[in-house]
């Protein structure tokens, strides 16, 4: 649906395909749980707190299985990867560092996971609507940076809950993203 | 009146048009906080030294008014929301995030609220001036960071002093309007 | 059990007793939610990802609640507070400023909020042990800045699962701690 | 082992004792990475233009070995740990949050580490030297943020030659303390 916003071959369909674009990004993001997501009157009397919300959340041993995940695709495509975990909440849950790999990607990969559960979306959709003269523009400068290219992705449940997500840098954003899909695929 | 400063071929709606809509935007935007604040005042007679300025600012309950417009609005919308509300100091007043919103937009609805606060006028009209090759460009990296694009609304009393500001984050930029919009619309 | 450690009253039970204390509160502090909480043999084999870990959250409506509570707590006391709600994961939920309360509050008061769920206890435990001379001197330079006097208050459900935490700053920390704790009380 | 600096019974060994603590431990300390960093060749010999260092580095292996023995101490004392390894440049190697373990404790464990290999000391040491009227007074605020209590090793070969560090936080900053240590000695 959404073509490369890098390289030669840029082609936007214009400001009428890209409206619809994020519509539809925007309304196809899967939602975090909340059980008792409901409006509710809170006219004339104290406001009542009800229950709290059934939530999930990554374990060490799921992060610990999507670093592997991601590194072993690493070691298939021959690179070097900075790899980074977030909870439902976007704190840090598990971080690696592949020998060799960037120093600087520490920061990306970091950031990249946490754009990804900020947001609800793989980081890259972020990105191609933050280009110059797109919906989003300079959004990369809030929450204390956001990275918006591909590498960084939700970790869901089986039933499609995000109780996480995964970041990774060190290379090409094709093979980032190649391995942040690998580790977010092993957490079921 | 303002001319593009980047690349041979950036091709805008023209010199004139965004000359036009730059002189629009800033002479129409409602000016500060300050009810006395007319201009034939400044200009006409002598600043009287030793007397402080009457000024409005919004309050809590107007907070809650705006919140729970902007809430109701993406209840009709079928969108959960980040919103913000700052007073006429630019400072946090009230926020509330609706269960399931995002987390990345906890700092962007305040940021939209500061940045429509800052300028007084909606943080997207900044946008249209911040792109490559416009006047403000980079302006976002001002202010610990603002956000240009729609979302942030000034809230005015009826007689138009601006006592603060709303941001909405959460959707697509045109709802985050809409819902700004309706926050700003409850608050007379 | 722990004192304040303002005041003319300042007592310490000496080295002992705080030893003591510090392994007291570090041992009995609620304990975020994770089921799967076991370790588990890593050795030889891909890891295992497992199940993802129940969890619970505070919802909008219990944070409304307990901006509700704290506000009428600080009407009794005919003072001005500013009220943070974060959620499980330390995410700003909801805030309040009430009309005239300190600006510098803001701040302090979702400080207080955080600082209360990163460490699940009061924050004004903290501080106790983070003086000259004790345990965790300096450990308000962390996390972007923590506040470990009083007025942070972990939220709890009926079951004792801390779900967020309410902060309270713009009076004495006596009585923010009030309010926080009045907020706190309200949900369930 | 650590006395009050405040209040009336302020019991301080003196300024020599002082001194001398502070020499034998700047003495003592293990110095940085370099395998061939002996004084005297240093003060002995002219230095070798155009030849670099030959210096020794943290593995990811060695890393993980680390994580898990901290982790594996960490379940002896049925304490929940954040646990960060830098490597000898100070930079994150490997985390690990185990499930249930402070959100606070993620960037005290990672600024314990990077303490400890910053200074080549554990970061309790320099925390000694901190404390109001010590010859290190308010070092926490240099370098992004130290924390100077317990809990950060350095990590070194079996010939002494630091290759990075480790530093855990989420209990008392004894516990803290011996995970760290026992992760710092799963390295060879």
Chains 1, 2, 3, 4 share one sequence.
């Not at 900075?82 to 560092?97: E, P, Q, S």
Request: hydrophobic residues 45%; glycine residues 12%.
């Amino acid at each position: 649906m959404f073509r490369s916003v890098r390289g030669p071959a840029v082609v936007w369909g214009g400001i009428v395909a890209v409206g619809l674009a994020v519509a539809v990004i925007f309304s196809t993001a899967s939602r975090p749980v909340a059980a008792q997501d409901k409006p509710q009157d809170r006219a004339g009397s104290a406001p009542q707190p009800g229950k709290a919300a059934d939530t999930k959340d990554i374990t060490l041993d799921q992060a610990h299985a999507a670093l592997a995940a991601a590194q072993k695709k690493a070691d298939e495509l021959h690179i070097k990867q900075d790899i980074a975990i977030v909870d439902a909440g976007g704190n840090l849950k598990a971080f690696a560092r592949m020998d060799g790999a960037w120093l600087g990607s520490i920061d990306i990969a970091q950031k990249k996971a946490r754009t990804a559960r900020y947001f609800d979306m793989p980081s890259g959709e972020i990105g191609k609507l933050s280009q110059p003269g797109k919906p989003l523009y300079m959004i990369e400068i809030s929450n204390g940076g956001l990275i918006t290219f591909p590498g960084g992705v939700p970790i869901k449940t089986q039933d499609d809950v995000i109780i996480g997500a995964i970041g990774v840098s060190g290379s090409t954003v094709e093979n980032d993203q190649a391995c942040a899909e690998a580790g977010a695929s092993a957490v079921k």
